[in-house]
């Protein structure tokens, strides 16, 4: 889960880490308003969308009187933004953040993140503030800093001057930086966050260290436990079908592909759009059903799947274990009569009740083609979707 830029600055301020004074605004009055509130220029705008690049995009511009912020606010709010994040497609402005202006001296980046090979949140740091982390990775990787934290001490003192020094601060900095490392560290825990970047973490000229941008990622499976964090979900940022979906208890990410997946199991949905791949096709979606799954939910699966209008072709790959594939197969043919099914269907089953399965699908009378085994279910999907 994801949140806005000023939606993160407000859980920033809670945990004393240092930010800009702003407002978000969803009309240009609103903006022009607050931006006298906020006292004397210049102003910043920002694009509220869940993606970075807006800079480059157009979508963070600098003000110097009221009415030039209320004038951006228009230009931007009801915009399509498209970032290198995005895609084409872009995605629509519909608030924006107006907040006061600074004095930037220097750029840095800092952020936390879960380090699956250590298993410990990471810190990770460099002097290349207001670039793409993975630019500066692959370039100059000897400008990226890297701290470990045990869970059983959190981010000692040490380990946060370590940072400042690497970063190239100084004097009074460094216990400030410090501070900062510190707020951001117990924001992280504290609020169960998958990732926690700001980009850039600027220096001003008056030696004042401020997060001027802020990128939030929460893990899913810990939101029941953050309501208050939950509810500043905004539904309108995601994808329609990955909502449909979370509301069933599915996992499904929508692809760019046009063959469409149903799978039980992350790993062998995984291994089944490889497979497509490996065939010469492309994947329209990861889902998986999971080991427990009802009618009902493969129902909602199939639908899914075939409300993205790009599929051309699905492919079901099921093991039956907890799934039984008599519950698969019943769902296929419910949710393949509720949509009247018009694209090529590939079904291989195998596991706990596969007879039973197999009968239910010849049963039907749907055009259904059976398949033995991973590759020749792929070979079949592949051949159908390019003779459709």
């Known amino acids: 889960m994801n949140i806005h830029e000023y939606q993160a600055k407000a859980i920033l301020r809670k945990f004393g880490v240092p930010v800009p004074d702003g407002h978000v605004c969803y009309n240009g009055a609103s903006a022009r308003e607050w931006a006298k509130r ?7 705008v920002k694009a509220q969308i869940h993606a970075g690049g807006r800079g480059k995009g157009g979508g963070v511009k600098l003000a110097r009187t009221p009415d030039e912020v209320r004038n951006i606010a228009r230009d931007m709010l009801g915009m399509i933004l498209s970032t290198h994040q995005t895609g084409p497609d ?15 001296d220097r750029e840095l980046y800092v952020s936390l993140l879960v380090d699956r090979t250590t298993s410990k949140v990471t810190v990770m740091a460099s002097t290349e503030g207001g670039m793409d982390i993975e630019e500066v990775a692959a370039k100059t990787p000897e400008k990226i800093f890297v701290e470990a934290v045990d869970p059983l001490v959190g981010l000692t003192l040490f380990q946060c001057r370590n940072i400042a020094f690497s970063l190239g601060l100084g004097g009074k900095l460094v216990n400030k930086a410090t501070k900062v490392l510190q707020g951001l560290y117990e924001t992280f825990i504290a609020c169960d966050c998958s990732l926690l970047e700001i980009n850039p973490l600027v220096i001003t000229a008056e030696e004042e260290i401020l997060a001027l941008d802020a990128k939030f990622g929460f893990d899913d499976n810990a939101v029941f ?10 539904y309108d940022e995601e994808d329609a079908n990955e909502v449909e979906a979370s509301q069933h208890d599915l996992s499904y990410i929508s692809l760019n592909g046009n063959i469409g997946c149903l799978v039980n199991g992350a790993g062998l949905a995984m291994a089944t759009m490889d497979i497509i791949k490996h065939y010469g096709g492309d994947p329209a979606n990861f889902l998986d059903v999971g080991g427990g799954a009802t009618i009902e939910r493969v129902t909602e699966a199939f639908k899914i799947i075939l409300s993205d209008q790009k599929v051309q072709g699905i492919l079901v790959n099921i093991f039956g274990g907890i799934m039984k594939c008599d519950i698969i197969a019943t769902g296929v043919v419910a949710a393949a009569n509720q949509v009247s099914l018009q694209v090529p269907l590939v079904v291989r089953l195998e596991g706990t009740n596969v007879e039973r399965g197999r009968e239910i699908l010849e049963e039907s009378g749907l055009n259904i083609v059976a398949a033995d085994g991973m590759a020749d279910a792929a070979q079949k999907i592949v051949k159908a979707v390019k003779e459709a």
């Open 90 to 104: 872009g995605k629509v402005v519909n608030r924006v953040l107006v907040e006061n202006g600074c004095n930037i």
């Open 225 to 234: 436990r953050q309501p208050k964090i939950g509810d500043m979900r905004d």
């Open 38 to 44: 906020l006292g004397e220029g210049p102003w910043v």
